[in-house]
């Protein structure tokens, strides 16, 4: 299958409208979930593409060792601590604590996620979900501390990435690298099983620099209380509960958010945005600029080199 060019994809029409003038309504979704072939040998058993194709995601656990996610762990309280980091654009705060909330662009901050965003238990399989050479449209560490951390309310990524960051179709994926327990009461990952077959048209107008509230917290993209309700009517809400070292693999149209952290206990992830080569982003399909580089690869788009070296064996 011929891939299309940047140029091609510019000149398609929109066909996934939000915001503006639009009303708050679902639309079938016209691009597929699986674009392998069934005839391709699947990195993972075929059950489980067979589930993320129904419920639009999927959890797999003991992914990484113990040994493996030591690693990452001692990475991420190094990053959460260090100045330089903490001075970047890409270091974004809870509101009112102040205390570290994501960190993005993390492939490039650190060379331990930048090996880690090669490794083809995550790179590889996301290379056969999508059919193509696969480059980040976005990293970032998600720190969610203990008592202060603040919810990320219900979304769908690609409704963002469409609108804000002009990603032309639903070719992209994410993966949740969990690195810390995920208990049902430290604000865990929720997802609403089968919404990634629905378009979520979300109503208002994009406001100026709207990236700069949102990453803290986001009220412009969300869907209307009628559509939540009847998708969760339709499909419910499951919660994405697990030791660290699982990964959860979500398609980019999935409704998910998570309720904020009262506890003691931390939940953290490293976060991957997988996107096909052939579906890199355009201009923005509102009246606005692109955001930053950092929050979506635009200018830089390396395909990833899956690293089949140096893995535990």
Same mark, same amino acid.
Request: glycine share 6%.
């Given at each position: ?8 994809m ?92 994501s ?19 995550l ?19 998600n ?6 951390g603040?919810?990320?309310?219900? =979304? ?7 609108? &804000?960051? #002009?990603? !032309?179709?639903? %070719?992209? @994926? *994410? ?6 327990e995920?208990?049902?009461t430290?604000g865990?990952?929720?997802l ?17 620099? =709207?990236f ?6 986001? &009220?412009? #993209?969300? !869907?209307?209380? %009628?559509? @939540? *309700? ?7 809400i ?9 990964v ?51 200018e ?13 064996g």
């Open positions: 299958m011929k891939s299309a060019t940047v140029s091609e510019k000149m398609q029409q929109d066909r996934y409208p939000s915001r503006g003038a639009l009303k708050a309504q679902l639309v079938k979704r016209i691009d597929p979930v699986i674009y392998a072939a069934e005839t391709t040998t699947a990195p993972i058993d075929r059950k489980l593409v067979d589930e993320y194709q129904e419920n639009g995601f999927l959890v797999l656990e003991d992914v990484f060792s113990e040994a493996e996610v030591s690693g990452f762990q001692q990475e991420l309280n190094l990053l959460r601590h260090d100045e330089q980091v903490a001075g970047l654009d890409e270091t974004i705060t809870e509101p009112g604590s102040g205390e570290v909330r960190i993005f662009k993390i492939h490039e901050i650190s060379a331990v996620f930048r090996k880690l965003a090669k490794d083809p238990r790179a590889g399989l996301a290379q056969y979900l999508l059919n193509d050479q696969v480059y980040i449209h976005q990293s970032r560490l720190y969610k501390p203990g008592f202060r603040k919810e990320f309310y219900w =979304h769908s990524d690609f409704e963002t990435w469409h609108v &804000e960051d #002009g990603m !032309p179709a639903m %070719r992209a @994926l *994410s993966m949740s690298i969990t690195l810390t995920n208990h049902d430290n865990p990952l929720m609403i099983p089968g919404s990634h077959r629905r378009y979520v048209v979300c109503e208002g107008e994009t406001p100026d620099n =709207h700069k509230s949102s990453l803290r917290k986001q &009220e412009y #993209g969300v !869907p209307s209380d %009628r559509c @939540l *309700s009847q998708l969760v009517d339709e499909g419910g499951v919660t994405a509960t697990g030791k660290p070292g699982s959860i693999v979500f398609d980019c149209n999935t409704m998910h958010g998570s309720n904020g952290n009262i506890t003691p206990l931390p939940r953290s992830n490293a976060f991957f945005v997988y996107n096909a080569i052939s579906n890199q982003v355009v201009e923005p399909f509102c009246d606005q600029p692109p955001r930053p580089e950092y929050i979506c690869s635009r830089t788009i390396d395909p990833v080199i899956v690293d089949t070296e140096g893995r535990e």
